[in-house]
């Protein structure tokens, strides 16, 4: 009962945040000096009633606040409006979701179930030659910027040609059977998901390690191997129990990024998720579709904090008697 | 000491990694010049494609070589792929080249040559303002159903006339506020009547003809659902297109994949009906390197090529399985300009500061400016030889070319003569003055992140600086800069590019009218009076309004050239140069017969796959 209270506000509280979130990103884009229709200007073959007519048919002939009113009223009733091209923005975001989910969807999976025991026995085994050469590794997963890894990563499928140069499917996938699309889908998935897993690993592992060792330093952890608890006892049940509080935190944080923490290894890779459609919209100042893509990102930040949070009570009972 | 020896054999990797990239990366500027004098570009194009009456259906035949059925082609498009595919909609390049590859207009342009020529119609005539169009018989859309005037009628008058969609071509063929009427002869007959003679709307015939049993449900039910008819969620299935394919599927952001139109009226000369490809495949590319690498990795089977890596794919040409093919100049032309504006915006204060729109308005400035620079350094330097210098309004592939206006080379001391006549001075630091004693300085502009117009604007500014001017070099954003061109007007100088038709001059008539938005060099607001024209620029509008209305080639030709005499003396625009276009194709597709007016594809039914010889 307790928790649903909880949650309930906390859902609550999330309403004005998205308001303002909304307008602030609304302005933002109105305001700056970006104009949808710079291209068509520049066009010498298009006429001044088109243009006319194209303003109007976006809506920017009116002032931003009748805009704005224009946009959030149709936002509530669930209505995402239409990108300036006219097409449907839920569909559009429909085509991407998917494609963006699966690919961080398998990096956060693997991420987690390598990391966390990475750092775990990096932890236990503390300036050991393994746990250097994980500091090495994980160093240098941390310090390489993600579009340059995949840049490297693209020119090696292109000298051996063991890899496709981005995409997601080949360009006869709808006639292959059930078996080949799932090895034409890994073959294409496979360099992106290297990429994002070598360098979200780095930062959980280190992260996983740090807690821990905090963790080991403690009185309680000094007090649980005086009492003579056998080590594995020590380890699984008293210090990873109390290390794990911040990675969930951190898990919140993920779970936020699923739909937009990949945008520029997308873009490499030239991977149809949301990343390279949110871009394109942004340069075009596409508002409906840029809006909807803010909107969701927020959604999903507070959606992740507030699970994050649920977590924590959960395994937390300090949280849970307060 | 281990560590020193270590570290020199870290170094030592290091340096030998880098320096199998060094080759790669310079580009070898002798062979990218040498793609333009290349003649292995040389082709005899096939006889023109010809009508052939077979069982009472009018067939055009192709006269190349008859090649093999089968095979797939795999092309390009550069961005976020198609917006739409309806063809009376789409606003951006990526969608009307899958509605030009789906859908076939009554005429077309000749690749080779430039005239309009029948498509989907048998034959055209003109009488000054008739146009009667002759149908094919026999002709049926991708379902089966029969082309006939109808079709033309519907989607002309109540697609384009009625404002449905996209209105760009409507509100071009207004002529005096009137639009153009159609009416049906019979079932293979149209009569276009336009209320006055008007030259360009003869190539506007080239527009699509929709079915009309599919499209007219969806018109009826108003704007907004044509708006999203068609759209790229549409079923393919739904698609019925009279072009050489048909759509397969679409898949958002990766590609779009049409199969051959079994009903297609482009026979060979065995009879059998085109095209021999099965499928055409355009993936949809991010961007232009991810294409190259597309392409490397035989991902692709052509690409268009930009400066240094033709250099690359030249060298690599000889023992590869691709051809590279040179286009010859794009239609664009790239220019520098100054604002010759006189007017005072709303508040009362000029556009232009007037000591310097003293120097702007100034023939014998804007021309030393012309004489300052050095395009052929440019072209060297910036396109890595892949450019020709351009002197004229038209680019120089326009079948409108005025060739008698010469090119001429980079003169200081020419420069310096005619900015003396005019009082100008330098002082003992060679800094220029007029003779109000100001300082000769000024702004110039262009839109970021173009870097060949960034590098264009550094040279500009290092030439103009030979003559004692300050340059202030200040590239901004896109926006912001089509913002001070069409609303604040609150710039010297620019450097900026436009698309141009090769075909039909008319199109510029935005460019060059003293009322069109797109008059740059003085442009005036809806407020300002349409008086002070320069007595050229009176001319200007004399020339376009009189050139859209006379039906002659060679009489347009004479305005036209004029029009060209014009802006070669008084210099409103000072062109930069034309870029080449450069594509490489597989080698083992035949009849590929690239133009520059038409493309590599132009003649997409007819090209084939060799399956021995292709390498």
């Known amino acids: 009962m307790q928790i649903l209270l909880y949650i309930l506000k906390r859902i609550l509280q999330t309403i004005p945040l998205l308001i303002i979130v909304s307008i602030v990103s609304f302005f933002i884009i109105r305001l700056s000096p970006v104009d949808p229709l710079a291209e068509l200007r520049l066009n010498p073959s298009v006429s001044k009633e088109t243009l006319q007519r194209e303003t109007e048919r976006l809506g920017l002939d009116k002032p931003i606040i009748v805009q704005y009113g224009k946009w959030a009223k149709s936002f509530i009733k669930g209505d995402l409006g239409v990108t300036s091209n006219g097409e449907l923005v839920s569909a559009k975001l429909k085509e991407r979701i998917p494609n963006t989910l699966l690919l961080t969807a398998i990096v956060i999976f693997l991420t987690w179930v390598v990391g966390v025991p990475l750092g775990v026995a990096a932890a236990l085994n503390w300036k050991t030659p393994f746990d250097r050469m994980m500091t090495v590794l994980t160093s240098i997963g941390m310090a390489i910027p993600s579009f340059f890894f995949a840049v490297l990563l693209l020119i090696f499928a292109v000298k051996t040609g063991w890899f496709p140069v981005g995409g997601l499917t080949c360009t006869n996938f709808s006639e292959l059977s059930l078996g080949g699309k799932i090895l034409d889908l890994t073959h294409h998935l496979f360099l992106p998901v290297v990429v994002l897993f070598t360098i979200s690993l780095a930062g959980l592992q280190r992260q996983m390690r740090a807690n821990l060792l905090d963790v080991l330093d403690s009185d309680y952890v000094k007090f649980a191997r005086a009492k003579g608890l056998s080590e594995f006892k020590v380890v699984y049940k008293h210090a990873l129990r109390n290390a794990i509080n911040p990675m969930i935190t951190l898990l919140g944080f993920e779970f936020a990024g699923l739909l937009s923490g990949a945008a520029l290894t997308e873009y490499v890779f030239q991977y149809p998720g949301l990343g390279r459609l949110i871009l394109e919209a942004v340069l075009k100042s596409d508002i409906n579709l840029v809006m909807a893509s803010l909107m969701m990102g927020a959604i999903m930040l507070v959606l992740g904090n507030l699970i994050a949070d649920i977590l924590l009570i959960i395994t937390d009972p300090r949280i849970r008697d307060k | 000491m281990k560590r020193i020896i270590f570290g020199f054999i870290i170094l030592f990797l290091i340096i030998w990694g880098l320096k199998s990239c060094l080759h790669a990366d310079v580009p070898d500027i002798d062979i990218a010049a040498e793609a333009i004098t290349d003649t292995d570009t040389q082709f005899t194009p096939p006889p023109p494609q010809k009508n052939v009456t077979i069982d009472g259906v009018d067939y055009l035949q192709s006269q190349a070589p008859v090649g093999q059925f089968g095979g797939t082609l795999v092309a390009s498009t550069i961005g976020e792929g198609p917006k739409t595919f309806n063809p009376f909609n789409s606003r951006d390049n990526i969608s009307s080249l899958m509605a030009d590859v789906m859908y076939d207009g009554l005429l077309t342009t000749n690749p080779y040559t430039g005239e309009v020529i029948p498509k989907l119609a048998k034959s055209f005539?003109?009488?000054?303002?008739?146009?009667?169009?002759?149908?094919?018989?026999?002709?049926?859309?991708?379902?089966?159903?029969?082309?006939?005037?109808?079709?033309?009628?519907?989607?002309?008058?109540?697609?384009?006339?009625?404002?449905?969609?996209?209105?760009?071509?409507?509100?071009s063929i207004v002529i005096d506020g009137k639009l153009p009427t159609v009416e049906k002869i019979d079932d293979y007959t149209v009569k276009f009547t336009t209320p006055k003679p008007f030259a360009p709307f003869l190539r506007m015939l080239s527009n699509p003809i929709?079915?009309?049993?599919?499209?007219?449900?969806?018109?009826k039910k108003g704007n907004a659902y044509f708006d999203t008819f068609l759209s790229t969620n549409a079923d393919p299935k739904t698609f019925v297109t009279s072009g050489a394919f048909r759509i397969q599927e679409y898949i958002p952001a990766q590609r779009v994949t049409f199969v051959r139109n079994p009903n297609y009226y482009v026979i060979n000369t065995n009879d059998e009906k085109l095209p021999y490809l099965d499928r055409?495949?355009?993936?949809?590319?991010?961007?232009?390197?991810?294409?190259?690498?597309?392409?490397?990795?035989?991902?692709?089977?052509?690409?268009?090529?930009?400066?240094?890596?033709?250099?690359?794919?030249?060298?690599?040409?000889?023992?590869?399985?691709?051809?590279?093919?040179?286009?010859?100049?794009?239609?664009?032309?790239?220019?520098?300009?100054?604002?010759?504006?006189?007017?005072?915006?709303?508040?009362?204060?000029?556009?232009?500061?007037?000591?310097?729109?003293?120097?702007?308005?100034?023939?014998?400035?804007?021309?030393?400016?012309?004489?300052a620079i050095d395009r052929e350094n440019m072209v060297f330097n910036i396109a890595n030889g892949l450019g020709e210098p351009l002197f004229t309004a038209e680019s120089l592939n326009s079948i409108f070319l005025n060739k008698n206006l010469k090119p001429y080379p980079k003169d200081l001391n020419k420069a310096r003569e005619l900015l003396q006549k005019e009082g100008f001075y330098w002082d003992k630091?060679?800094?220029?003055?007029?003779?109000?004693?100001?300082?000769?300085?000024?702004?110039?502009?262009?839109?970021?992140?173009?870097?060949?117009?960034?590098?264009?604007?550094?040279?500009?500014?290092?030439?103009?600086?030979?003559?004692?001017?300050?340059?202030?070099?200040?590239?901004?954003?896109?926006?912001?800069?089509?913002?001070?061109?069409?609303?604040?007007?609150?710039?010297?100088?620019?450097?900026?590019?436009?698309?141009?038709?090769?075909?039909?001059?008319?199109?510029?008539?935005?460019?060059?009218?003293?009322?069109?938005?797109?008059?740059?060099?003085?442009?005036?607001?809806?407020?300002?009076?349409?008086?002070?024209?320069?007595?050229?620029e009176k001319r200007l509008d004399e020339i376009y309004d009189k050139g859209a209305l006379a039906i002659d080639f060679d009489e347009r030709k004479k305005y036209y050239d004029e029009y060209q005499q014009i802006a070669y003396e008084e210099k409103p625009f000072i062109y930069i140069y034309s870029p080449i276009v450069i594509t490489a194709i597989r080698n083992k597709y035949k009849n590929v017969f690239p133009t520059t007016l038409g493309g590599a594809t132009h003649n997409i039914e007819e090209i084939y796959i060799d399956k021995e010889g292709g390498k």
């Open chain 2, 210 to 219: 929709a079915p009309k049993h599919i499209f007219e449900p969806a018109v």
């Open chain 2, 125 to 171: 005539e003109v009488n000054g303002t008739e146009y009667l169009i002759k149908l094919r018989r026999g002709l049926k859309w991708s379902d089966g159903k029969p082309i006939t005037a109808d079709d033309v009628v519907f989607s002309w008058q109540d697609i384009v006339f009625a404002g449905v969609g996209n209105t760009s071509v409507r509100d």
């Open chain 2, 429 to 536: 630091r060679g800094r220029l003055f007029d003779k109000y004693n100001n300082r000769v300085e000024f702004d110039l502009y262009t839109n970021a992140g173009n870097t060949e117009r960034e590098a264009i604007g550094v040279m500009v500014k290092q030439d103009l600086e030979d003559l004692g001017m300050k340059v202030n070099f200040k590239p901004v954003e896109f926006n912001s800069l089509v913002n001070k061109l069409a609303n604040t007007l609150d710039w010297d100088m620019v450097i900026m590019g436009l698309t141009g038709s090769p075909l039909e001059p008319n199109s510029g008539k935005n460019v060059w009218h003293s009322r069109g938005t797109l008059h740059m060099f003085n442009q005036r607001l809806e407020k300002d009076k349409n008086d002070d024209l320069f007595v050229w």
């Open chain 2, 280 to 371: 055409l495949v355009y993936l949809i590319v991010g961007d232009l390197n991810n294409e190259v690498l597309k392409f490397e990795a035989k991902e692709l089977d052509i690409i268009g090529l930009q400066g240094a890596n033709v250099a690359r794919f030249k060298t690599l040409e000889p023992h590869s399985d691709f051809t590279v093919y040179n286009l010859g100049p794009n239609t664009g032309t790239m220019y520098l300009t100054m604002n010759l504006n006189n007017r005072k915006n709303e508040n009362g204060k000029f556009y232009v500061e007037p000591k310097k729109q003293v120097w702007f308005r100034n023939k014998n400035f804007r021309t030393a400016v012309d004489y």
